[in-house]
């Protein structure tokens, strides 16, 4: 009689096993990438950076930005950790951000328009937020530096190298097109405009003087990547980049009262 019961449960189990298994399997691409969430932060940002104009596959950024998204938010609600943290950038962000999205809202759909709004204001509200979910260990913290480190070495070695009259060594080769982005007689990085590679010459440098004052960069390197700062700034041929690094010198020179800065 025993025998008999457990001939006829065992059919019953076998398919609840079998999906329990089934759904451990589609879940683990899922779990692998929450338990990452610093990596593929900077994935994402790899993927916003350097994808190439001509890529057939042109969605890459949004669908790196969209798993980010995915797995930060996940495993916020998994750990039930609280989601969204108010900084003191929050609000002046979140305003822009709003006034932004009314100012297009009553418009007709334009593909083009709301691109350009999502990267301007809704991409870095949301990045800014996620950083403050993903960021919140030394280590992490520590492969987001050497990241912005990475890049900001590149930036600058590609418009020294621009200033030079070396284009040979500026990689990719898509920088150099006259026909993609704006200023192609200036120097500019993969983002295709010379303003865009001269902000972000001024922030990578101020992650670059944190670096510094925190110990974590030091001896020759730290001064080739602060010495070559200047020199790529200059290359950029653009006033308002010029200027706004003189106020960031200023500030900092202020602030820290730092004379020999």
């Not at 509200?125 to 260990?137: P, Q, S």
């Not at 982005?181 to 990578?204: C, F, I, K, M």
């Amino acid at each position: 009689m025993q025998s008999t019961s457990l001939r006829v449960a065992s059919p019953v189990r076998w398919p609840k096993e079998l999906a329990g298994r089934a759904v451990a399997v589609l879940l683990r691409p899922f779990q692998a990438i929450m338990a990452l969430p610093s990596l593929l932060f900077l994935a994402a940002l790899a993927a916003m950076l350097f994808r190439h104009p001509d890529v057939s596959f042109y969605e890459v950024d949004r669908l790196a930005f969209g798993l980010l998204v995915f797995a930060v938010v996940g495993k916020a609600v998994v750990l039930r950790q609280r989601i969204l943290r108010i900084e003191r950038a929050t609000l002046p962000m979140l305003g822009l951000t709003v006034l932004a999205v009314a100012s297009v809202a009553g418009q007709p759909f334009d593909n083009q328009t709301w691109s350009l709004v999502a990267a301007k204001f809704i991409v870095p509200f949301t990045l800014f937020h996620l950083a403050g979910m993903v960021f919140t260990e030394e280590r992490f913290f520590r492969q987001f530096e050497i990241f912005a480190l990475l890049v900001l070495a590149y930036l600058s070695f590609t418009a020294v190298a621009f200033l030079a009259g070396a284009k040979q060594l500026i990689f990719p080769h898509f920088i150099l097109d006259a026909g993609l982005g704006y200023h192609a007689d200036r120097a500019r990085g993969p983002l295709l405009q010379a303003v865009a590679n001269g902000v972000s010459l001024n922030l990578l440098g101020l992650l670059a003087w944190h670096s510094f004052r925190r110990g974590t960069v030091r001896g020759v390197k730290a001064a080739l990547l602060l010495g070559s700062m200047p020199v790529a700034i200059l290359a950029t041929m653009t006033r308002a980049v010029w200027l706004s690094f003189a106020a960031t010198m200023l500030v900092l020179i202020v602030r820290f009262r730092n004379g020999t800065l």
